[in-house]
């Protein structure tokens, strides 16, 4: 990789930011590869969100994004947004994203690359973006991001697991660059970056995380795991199922859907080391809004190799002999 291509500093902002995991991802990809990154805008509306980043990052992230003018948002190269999934109220693609998208958080992100112009984006969303409202829904961010504001995009679906995290999550990540590029989508993982359930479990754990001696026993009655530690998983049909990994971490799920050993629930910081989050991330909120704000994060790993490998491309010349060429649409 020619590093020496690459800019020295890349101006970023973090939008629907949360408790910081882009900012985490892409301070690990950019050591990589030898970039120093500076955030000069952060946003998130959650009140709890905004404590948890100030207490990390030294930053109050902006609350409202419909209430802030994208005049007013520092220039920046690159824009990061883990946006939430809305139905749009208008289908059809005639009238151009205003009509198309307002009302809905995208349309912030639209606005803000259509006034700022950055030269790239890594967008993130669940899985179900690409299917959600019969498919309406991907196909008119895609039509925006390409035919209205000129971006060349790609886009994949990507699990957690794969990145050396335990815990199966499942997200799609959009990518677009100004300059043309062409993405490959296979991924080095170092042994010694892979983690196990034993890796990320605390050895010493408060009571108030175990399950009340009714629910332990109803578990063990209706299954019996094949591996320890194994992380047990209630549907929401009530059945219960156990893997060597934990299922996705859900901000709004029950309380005891996911148990460790289907004894107890996973502790904050066991749910940060499921995301990839660093021991030195500082919690400071109660462990109720930790998990809601653990399950609403990005899988912090997966991520920063996703920005180590787009990075070069959007802002590069040539990458590993491959030269940039245009993705089709």
């Known amino acids: ?60 992230p902006v609350g409202d994004i419909t209430q802030v003018d994208e005049k007013d948002i520092p220039d920046f190269q690159l824009l990061f947004a883990g946006f939430p999934c809305q139905a749009f109220s208008i289908c059809g693609l005639q009238k151009g994203f205003e009509d198309n998208t307002r009302g809905t958080l995208f349309f912030d992100i639209a606005r803000i690359l259509k006034e700022k112009e950055p030269d790239a984006f890594v967008l993130e969303n ?33 699990n957690a697991l794969d990145f ?7 997200r799609i990540v959009i990518i677009g660059s100004k ?83 289907g004894e107890r629930r996973l502790t904050p910081r066991e749910m940060l080391r499921l995301q990839g989050f660093p021991d030195e991330f500082k919690i400071a909120v109660s462990d109720t809004q930790m998990r809601k704000q653990a399950g609403n994060a990005i899988p912090v790993r997966m991520l920063a190799k996703v920005i180590e490998k787009f990075v070069p491309l959007a802002f590069g010349g040539e990458v590993n002999g491959c030269s940039q060429i245009k993705n089709s649409k």
């Open 1 to 60: 990789m020619e590093k020496g291509k690459l800019p020295k500093t890349i101006k970023y902002i973090d939008l629907f930011c949360g408790i910081g995991g882009f900012r985490y991802a892409s301070r690990q990809a950019f050591e990589r590869l030898g970039i120093q990154g500076q955030c000069v805008f952060s946003s998130d509306i959650d009140k709890y969100a905004q404590i948890s980043y100030r207490e990390n990052f030294g930053e109050e």
């Open 126 to 158: 669940v899985k179900n973006l690409v299917s959600h409202d019969g498919g309406k829904t991907f196909e008119t961010i895609l039509h925006v991001l390409q035919d209205e504001l000129n971006y060349n995009v790609d886009h994949n679906v990507l």
């Open 164 to 170: 050396g995290l335990p815990q199966k999550r499942e």
């Open 179 to 261: 300059k043309p590029f062409q993405m490959k989508w296979e991924f080095d993982i170092d042994e010694k970056e892979k983690e196990t359930l034993s890796d990320i479990l605390e050895s010493e754990v408060d009571k108030k995380h175990y399950a009340s001696k009714e629910i332990v026993e109803k578990r063990r009655k209706m299954h019996t795991a094949d591996a320890v530690p194994a992380i047990w998983h209630e549907n929401k049909s009530g059945n219960i199922s156990s893997y060597p990994y934990s299922c996705a971490l859900r901000a709004g799920a029950s309380y005891n859907y996911l148990l460790v050993d």
